[in-house]
């Protein structure tokens, strides 16, 4: 039997109902994330939501020694847990739908074979949503044999505006909607809407970090997702050169928002370039970064294949490097903001979407989002907007009329509203 204990039905993150509307077809569910992001909490809330639909659905967690024994031994285990066997039956015939939820997957022996025989034996009446670490998700075998079986879903930190949810700002949330639809509008909790985003600047979007209102509680918080967590995900992975390893990891901090170069981290590191991109795919793959690609359409003036680096909480961020200043008296400030952005960016865009323009010259542009061939808009980021100077960017403006350029700083709000 599942607890209710700490699952707050009212606080469903913005995933949740992509979620719940894909229960509706036959392909898997598969959420990812980093740990300690809420999928338990997540996969716990639509358990609840499954039940009080008089669905037929189970709940299993693969930290439970005995069942993941009892599951490696038979996949058909699986239904031992049940009071109804599943049929194999064909398309356009009725029958009770099974849905298992299945927490942690990655400690089965197998998961990916696992999931292919449930989905080519029971196709059509048995539905699984399930959640894993990176560990398995590094895996190939996950890719090539689950092809056309699943749909992938990624869990973030939580977003600026789940992070107000968490913390009961309802009318804040409100007031940032309207001042987007109003620019004129002053707020008159204008105050506490910045408090909040130098709160989310320092600490991040982790869950457990968000609902911690002690700052030494958040700060030990994150210490322990960075020693701990951070140590499981290269266990996982297989690194073998740990301290080189989360040397890398301090690089790419202190330089969100910069170019990363490989050969130059090589050479710090005394690492060969294979090695340096081989832990760079970890990271990604651990989701604690995202590399950004480069947009272009003239190759020979704006052609690099080197990538731009971001980090998915902010708050792990600043614990890898031992900062926890005020974002207003910080030399990376800026850093920070433009990392925010991103973040938020990526709720409504496909990361494909997301871009950065450079030329040869070193004309840069921070954020380039093509939502149709040829057609978008782009961002540049700065802490405040009289540091932007449109003269900067005229070769941009010029060379891609249909990507209009604005600037956006830590007093517009209009990029909160996801």
Not at 122 to 135: M, R, T
Not at 138 to 160: C, H, W
Not at 303 to 319: E, Q
Not at 354 to 367: A, C
């Amino acid at each position: 039997m599942v607890s209710k204990l700490n699952i707050n039905p009212l606080v469903y993150r913005y995933l949740y109902i992509e979620i719940e509307k894909h229960l509706r077809h036959k392909n898997y569910t598969i959420l990812t994330g980093a740990r300690q992001v809420g999928k338990t909490s997540l996969i716990k809330q639509l358990y609840f939501h499954l039940q009080g639909r008089e669905e037929t659905v189970v709940l299993l967690n693969l930290e439970d020694k005995n069942l993941l024994k009892e599951l490696n031994e038979d996949v058909n285990n699986v239904f031992n847990r049940l009071k109804v066997k599943p049929q194999k039956i064909v398309e356009g015939q009725t029958d009770t739908r099974i849905y298992l939820l299945i927490d942690e997957i990655q400690y089965l022996d197998d998961p990916s074979n696992f999931l292919k025989y449930l989905y080519d034996e029971y196709e059509y009446n048995v539905k699984v949503v399930a959640s894993g670490s990176s560990a398995f998700y590094i895996d190939t075998k996950f890719v090539d044999s689950l092809a056309g079986r699943k749909r992938i879903f990624q869990l973030y930190p939580l977003s600026f505006n789940e992070f107000l949810v968490f913390k009961e700002q309802k009318k804040i949330n409100t007031e940032i909607n309207y001042m987007v639809s109003e620019p004129s509008y002053v707020s008159e909790y204008k105050r506490s809407i910045e408090s909040y985003l130098l709160e989310y600047l320092t600490y991040g979007g982790y869950p457990a970090v968000v609902l911690e209102d002690d700052i030494e509680e958040k700060k030990l918080l994150l210490d322990e997702l960075r020693n701990s967590y951070l140590r499981r995900d290269i266990i996982e992975s297989g690194v073998d050169k740990e301290n080189q390893f989360l040397m890398l990891v301090q690089l790419l901090a202190d330089q969100i928002g910069g170019i990363v170069n490989k050969n130059e981290l090589g050479n710090t590191l005394k690492l060969d370039n294979k090695t340096v991109e081989r832990y760079t795919y970890i990271l990604e793959k651990c989701f604690h970064i995202d590399l950004l690609k480069p947009f272009y359409r003239n190759l020979r003036k704006e052609l690099t294949k080197m990538p731009k680096v971001y980090f998915n909480d902010i708050g792990l961020r600043n614990a890898i490097l031992g900062r926890f200043e005020n974002p207003r008296d910080r030399m990376d400030k800026g850093m920070l903001l433009e990392n925010f952005v991103y973040n938020q960016l990526r709720i409504k865009h496909q990361s494909t979407e997301i871009k950065y323009w450079r030329t040869i010259e070193r004309n840069e542009v921070d954020f380039v989002l093509e939502e149709s061939y040829n057609k978008g808009y782009a961002l540049e980021v700065k802490w405040e907007c009289r540091q932007f100077n449109p003269k900067k960017y005229k070769k941009f403006v010029a060379t891609y009329p249909d990507f209009p350029l604005s600037c956006i700083d830590f007093n517009n709000l209009g990029i909160l509203v996801y």
